[in-house]
């Protein structure tokens, strides 16, 4: 049985812009990476590192220039399989939802996408409201949650589909303390308890740390080191995370 997630070899991206395309971001340089199944893996890098434009990548979301991509057992051309999509989801810090739809209708919404329906997705939705504790909201529109409840509903939205793997895309940016934490907890217990491979991208240091079985740091679209944050910390000869995120996050 092939026990990888995601591997990735040589991926680069150029964003062309302006006139003519003449304008150049060189945002991954040959990204080398491979998510085992199972894995809670973290890609940790300050902003603008390249994070968001990977995972958007292995969504299918956005092209690559080369470099190959296999993921869930799929090589990946030019063209993204659907049917790799029905096992895949993703999450973003910053998601954007339906606003005049409710939190039910809004998770409903998405699951017909997936061509779901009927009783089975009405239990699936009320399923995932208790999961990440939203059944109080159920009838509150979209524009009239709090930002940890509209990342609550991301994560709910995300689990749809039963993903096999799951990509988080800086799942609990610009949260209160209190809620970043319930929300760690939820994406350990996806990961634990449902099975799923996440792939979760950070700047936050202790969030990889708190998280994350490998972590991956990146840098101007390049990955400068990679490995249980125990090995990180040795890697650059420091005493604890934080120290270590400081020198690599330093180093040219
Ligand atoms: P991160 O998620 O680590 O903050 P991003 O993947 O968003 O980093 O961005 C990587 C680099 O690519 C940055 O220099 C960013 O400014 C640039 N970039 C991202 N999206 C675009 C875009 N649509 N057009 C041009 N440049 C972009």
Known sequence: MDETAVKAQGII??????IFKKRETKALLGIDLEV????LFGILGPNGAGKTTFLNIIM????RDSGTLLILGEQIARSFPERLKMRMN???GNANFPWSLTVRENIIFYGMLYGMGGAKLSKKADEL?????LEQYKDRRFDELSTGNKQKLALAKSLINSPELLLLDEPTTGMDPDISAKIRAMIKDINKNRGITVLLTTHYMKEAEELCGRIAFIKG?????????????TMVNARDMEEAFIELAAEE
């Open 129 to 133: 409201m208790e999961f990440v504790s």
């Open 60 to 63: 299918g979301i956005l092209g």
């Open 221 to 233: 679209g390049a990955i400068r080191a990679l490995g249980t944050k125990e090995e990180l910390q």
């Open 90 to 92: 993703m999450s973003s």
């Open 13 to 18: 991206k150029t964003y062309r812009s302006g």
């Open 36 to 39: 085992r199944k199972g894995e």
